[in-house]
């Protein structure tokens, strides 16, 4: 969801801006004063401010260097361990790991899903996603579902990386039921939108009904929740394309995933990407949505129908990756191992590689890694030097090219 899904992200970064600039206006300042430089832990990857994404961030890059082999630091796994409220449940950020969380204390299914997701993956921490997966199911709505924040009404995202973490878990998704006895399962299939919706919007899920009770298509939703009705995380192999690539009613899980692949193929296949659907941005490219519907295509329906639109994020993606930091390179490495790609050779980029560079070196990574390094001391002022120097000119902005949770307009 961007750091992929993040609703809250945007809402904030919007809201934080909105503030600044009043501010700075009321006080009649020729421009706002420049921000304190965020302070980033030891053990986080990325160097921005990790205040509504540092838990995200950091689980993606821990699933995403578990995928393709690379054992984490142990200061990464433990900082994410560490980020992890007695109730078990996690937050955005913690600043103060060491102070107990209290009923102030702002914690997400999301970001507890997805740090269950991780932990589950680099293993040796049962006792946190024990304690993490009890949260969850506490936390579960009478639909079956979930929403954001604790008691919010159910989404199509943070159901759907609930299920995620369910699996990883141990879990079966289908009898983890609440209330009257709805599944995720079934939280997902209502906001599936019929077949009969045609161009707008058959096959689709929308985020959440509107306050009519409405549901409108949202490719970033769709992509959710094709991985949540196929029982799988962030990180799924390809599948295996059917004999017919039709939509065909049904709230089955194997109906819901199938219908919103075809949606998403179907948007694909108009311009290659995906469009950002915030409110009131320019009409451009998303690339982590892109990514993550080349990843929910792939594992609904196999590789046939993604070739094309990866082929657009190797060719365009690259430079969002560099600006946007580790949750960005996870998810390309995520479109890379759904398609069957080599995501060491991402049109001549390591993405391994670069996302290892954002944080803490690995336990453990391939000798790619370290003949890069080797080229980059020999060259003080090169590649990597320059895309530093973009880097801090674009903090902030890369996230909001692709969220991987954001609500309906």
Not at 60 to 69: R, S, Y
């Amino acid at each position: 969801m961007n750091i992929r899904r993040s609703a809250a992200l945007v809402a904030a970064t919007v809201a934080i801006g909105a503030v600044s600039a009043q501010a700075a206006f009321a006080d009649g300042a020729a421009s706002a004063s420049p921000s304190p430089k965020p302070v980033v832990p030891s053990g986080l990857y990325g160097k921005t401010d990790p205040t509504y994404d540092g838990v995200w961030r950091q689980s993606l890059a821990l699933i995403a260097q578990d995928t393709v082999g690379v054992k984490p630091a142990d200061k990464a796994v433990t900082w994410l361990a560490g980020q992890q409220c007695e109730n078990g449940a996690w937050g955005a950020f913690r600043a103060e790991p060491g102070k107990a969380c209290d009923a102030k204390t702002p914690v997400d299914s999301n970001s507890t899903a997805a740090a269950v997701q991780a932990l589950a993956a680099v293993g040796g921490r049962d006792g946190e996603v024990a304690k993490g997966v009890d949260w969850l199911k506490k936390a579960q709505n009478g639909d079956g579902g979930w929403g954001y924040n604790l008691g919010g009404d159910s989404d199509a995202n943070s159901t759907s990386v609930v299920i995620g973490a369910l699996v990883a878990a141990g879990e079966k998704p289908a009898e983890v039921k609440s209330g009257p006895g709805k599944s995720p399962f079934d939280a997902l299939a209502s906001l599936a939108l019929p077949c009969s919706a045609g161009k707008n919007g058959g096959g689709a899920l929308a985020y959440q009904p509107d306050k009519k009770g409405k549901l409108a298509a949202n490719a970033d939703a769709t992509a959710a929740g094709v991985l949540g009705a196929l029982g799988t995380g962030f990180a799924p192999g390809k599948g295996k394309a059917p004999d017919a690539y039709t939509c065909e009613d049904g709230r089955t899980p194997e109906a819901v995933a199938r219908n919103g692949a075809v949606y998403l193929q179907n948007q694909l296949s108009t311009h290659l990407y995906l469009k950002s659907q915030l409110a009131g941005a320019e009409d451009q490219p998303d690339y982590g949505n892109t990514a993550d519907a080349v990843v929910a295509v792939a594992a609904a329906e196999g590789v046939k129908y993604t070739k094309d639109p990866y082929a657009w994020l190797e060719k365009n993606a690259k430079g969002w990756a560099a600006k946007s930091g580790p949750a960005a390179y996870a998810q390309l490495i995520f479109a890379a191992h759904a398609t069957g790609n080599d995501p060491r050779d991402f049109a001549g980029t390591d993405l391994v590689s670069a996302l290892n560079k954002t944080g803490p070196a690995p336990a453990s990574a391939k000798a790619a890694d370290e003949d890069e390094d080797k080229d980059d001391k020999s060259d003080g002022f090169g590649t990597w030097w320059i895309v530093g120097v973009m880097f801090v000119a674009a903090v902030g902005a890369g996230f909001l090219l692709s969220g991987r949770k954001k609500q309906q307009p």
